[in-house]
């Protein structure tokens, strides 16, 4: 009906969106995770990732000082190791992407398996990497 | 701006992305504990050069197309209306400077870079 | 065994601002579709409103947020939705409420007027129709079902944020059923109007439509095919010939 949108409507009306109300399945949450990682590579992981390659080929000094570090257990390595696990979250999360582009995997069934797949992997490789640091 | 070309934009950039990134990452772990005379030798060589150069760039197309993408969904007057009523007035301007900012930071990341890789 | 049942209320002439208005329902010895339990919530209380006709699942009128899932009323068993004896009912998210569970579906219909969802065609016809082979029909299977109950654009963050711009699940199911259309001759202006950043491809694969979907249908697959189609048409740019109009 065309004639709705020339009806004059209230000023304020209410909208409903209550995001922990709302329920939202699980590739609601590895897309929105997704869009959060990346946010997250771009101001922190990033920028670290430049900082350990100047100083990692600035002297031998420097490239001993970082290697020592983050193989040690301590807030510097477990934060490093943290934010290379989010870029790899990125990086698994866009690969279910691209698979998806090419209309692999676009039905639920098979959406939910391959979120639970990234999922699965990404905690696989959390549990092993600070195991690593931390044993 | 074409939707097509964006999307294809995207997703090149990730793919570059993303072998230079198992490329780089396989050397560290396949050569535990890394030898810094490996390490030095690795990142001299050309190829490595040229290769993180033009990851640099496509970071930037990458970065930049899904930032505006936050921006466009998030700092617009309906969204940052739901929150409050007075944010929606001010929303294009704080969009504008959440755009400066990653702009601004996006080409100091590969600036800096292109500084390390070539000096 | 007494159910705490929990509806939106929003009346723009009384309240200031919406509410959740409590009720207690003796759960029923069979079970029923949540439409029936509103139309005996509005026995007790006849102020509730809400949108209803066929009562089947065909008409697309009750969609609703039941316990934080969209779906229609009608056709929602109780049993499948109760949760520790409690069921939340609140209007489709996203759009302007006009009252209780009713909301205002201008932007929806925009929308998929938008997309112009009727045959194009000018060519002249011999026989009286345009004739379809069976497996033409076919490949409108899972797409001519949609009943426009705004489910699936109202379950969409992206039509959230941008249901100006963002045309939506619904209106893209129906955008691609017209361009798999056999019939339909106008594909590469519908495709040259759909080309701009956010038309289509504010769609990150959510996926929230598809779980939604009352009648069962996948938006997420059919934008899809949009999308391949809008790619392998950047190739190929001299087919896109006639208007300009975006």
């Known amino acids: ?135 | 701006m074409k939707g097509s070309s964006l999307f294809y934009w995207l997703r090149l950039s990730a793919l570059f992305m993303l072998g230079y990134t198992v490329w780089v990452s396989s050397f560290i772990l396949i050569n535990q504990p890394v030898e810094y005379n490996s390490w030095i030798s690795f990142t001299n060589q050309t190829f490595f050069q040229l290769s993180t150069t033009f990851a640099a760039f496509f970071f930037l197309v990458h970065t930049f197309i899904g930032l505006w993408t936050v921006g466009t969904d998030y700092f617009t007057p309906r969204t940052l209306g739901f929150l409050h009523p007075t944010l929606a007035k001010y929303a294009d301007l704080i969009r504008s400077g959440y755009t400066f900012l990653f702009v601004a930071l996006g080409v100091l990341i590969v600036t800096t870079t292109l500084f390390i890789i070539w000096s | 065994m007494t159910l705490s049942i929990n509806i939106y209320r929003y009346n723009p002439e009384k309240d200031k601002f919406p509410y959740m208005q409590s009720f207690e329902f003796e759960k029923p010895k069979r079970d029923i579709m949540v439409l029936e339990l509103l139309n005996q919530l509005k026995e007790k209380d006849p102020t509730i409103s809400y949108r209803r006709s066929c009562r089947e699942g065909v008409c697309g009128s009750d969609g609703m947020n039941i316990n934080g899932k969209n779906g229609l009323a009608c056709i929602t068993p109780l049993s499948s939705v109760i949760k520790k004896n409690k069921l939340d009912l609140r209007p489709l998210p996203g759009l302007p409420v006009v009252r209780d569970l009713v909301v205002d579906m201008t932007e929806f219909y925009a929308q998929y007027e938008k997309i112009k969802p009727f045959l194009q065609n000018d060519t002249p016809v011999d026989i009286g129709e345009r004739l379809q082979s069976p497996e033409d029909r076919d490949k409108l299977d899972g797409l001519y079902e949609c009943i426009l109950c705004a489910c699936c654009s109202t379950s969409c963050p992206s039509f959230w944020w941008n249901p100006d711009k963002f045309v939506g699940p619904a209106a893209l199911l129906q955008a691609y059923r017209f361009i798999a259309d056999s019939r339909d001759t106008k594909t590469a202006e519908r495709l040259q109007s759909l080309s701009d950043p956010f038309s289509v491809y504010r769609c990150h694969g959510i996926m929230n439509c598809v779980s939604v979907c009352p009648k069962g249908l996948n938006p997420n697959e059919a934008i899809g095919e949009i999308k391949s189609m809008l790619l392998s048409n950047k190739s190929n740019q001299n087919i896109i010939t006639s208007d300009k109009a975006g």
């Open chain 1, 1 to 135: 009906m065309s004639t709705n949108h020339n009806k004059i409507r209230p000023v304020y009306r209410p909208v409903y969106i209550n995001l922990m109300q709302i329920r939202l399945p699980v590739s609601a949450l590895i897309s929105i995770t997704h869009r959060l990682s990346g946010i997250y590579n771009f101001f922190i992981t990033l920028p670290i990732s430049l900082y350990l390659l100047y100083f990692s080929t600035k002297s031998y000094n420097d490239f001993i000082l970082i290697q020592d570090t983050l193989s040690q257990p301590n807030i510097i390595s477990t934060f490093v190791t943290f934010s290379f696990l989010v870029y790899a979250y990125h990086i698994l999360t866009g690969i279910r992407h691209l698979l998806q582009d090419v209309h692999i995997g676009e039905s639920l069934s098979a959406s939910s398996k391959s979120a639970y797949l990234v999922l699965i992997i990404w905690f696989s490789l959390s549990f092993l990497l600070m195991m690593r640091l931390y044993l």
